[in-house]
């Protein structure tokens, strides 16, 4: 499965949108990006996955390049709750095993 | 919802004792996973299953076993506790590999 890159952390003010990058330089045309994040000591929680199309549901949004090397995850209007440690992972179609990373440290503040 | 349980959210337990860490899912999912998170290690897969009775090795099964005898429930085995099995264990499930996997609460287990 392909490599990915992530800031370590980010901060982002309550009410704003956050915006999470993830660099997946590597990717195959058969791999599909999933985003999780990991609230203190809760089990990792799905947030979102696409392939080359944008995607978009209740909790956020995704928007992957054309080229496929990069992607944002997109919470548009971040609350406290959202605090998390967020995962970018790409994985094949027939995979199973998910490779988290050390993710993206966000802080939502007041 | 999917709903992923885990038996216990902290157990404690000594070295040479059999744990047993049991996970169970409501969303009739074929596959459900075993994981270990350490500081600084991320998440590492330890075992998978597929279909009842069927198990695979991830990345550190040394030290481990497990059991899948319905489609709902997947059990963790240390038939030896060690010191550098305390962590936190999560279980998760997925309706078909590929698909996204949804997690349990976690059991934070500590041998001493």
């Known amino acids: 499965d392909a490599k990915t890159t992530q800031p370590p952390s980010m901060d982002c003010a309550e009410g704003r949108a956050a915006n999470l990058p993830c660099n997946h330089s590597t990717i195959s045309g058969n791999e599909y990006v999933y985003w999780y994040r990991q609230i203190h000591s809760q089990g990792p929680q799905y947030i979102i996955h696409g392939l080359k199309n944008n995607e978009t549901n209740e909790m956020a949004s995704l928007i992957i390049t054309e080229d496929r090397k990069s992607s944002t995850l997109i919470l548009p209007h971040a609350t406290l709750r959202d605090t998390a440690v967020y995962y970018c992972?790409?994985?094949?179609?027939?995979?199973?095993?998910?490779?988290f990373g050390k993710g993206t440290s966000l802080l939502v503040t007041p | 919802d999917v709903k992923v349980t885990q038996s216990s959210r902290y157990l404690v337990k000594r070295t040479g004792e059999k744990v047993f860490l049991e996970c169970v899912q409501d969303?009739?999912?074929?596959?459900m996973f075993w994981y270990r998170q350490d500081p600084g290690l991320g998440l590492r897969l330890i075992y998978f299953?597929?279909?009842?009775?069927?198990?695979e090795k991830g990345d550190i099964p040394e030290g481990y076993s497990v059991s899948r005898e319905k489609k709902e429930r997947f059990s963790l085995i240390l038939e030896s506790a060690s010191t550098n099995q305390t962590s936190m264990y999560l279980c998760?499930?997925?309706?078909?590999?590929?698909?996204?996997?949804?997690f349990g609460p976690g059991t934070r287990l500590t041998v001493t």
């Open positions: 299953s597929y279909d009842v009775k069927m198990k």
């Open positions: 992972i790409v994985l094949l179609n027939s995979g199973y095993a998910l490779n």
């Open positions: 998760a499930s997925s309706f078909f590999r590929g698909y996204e996997q949804y």
């Open positions: 969303m009739d999912h074929e596959n």
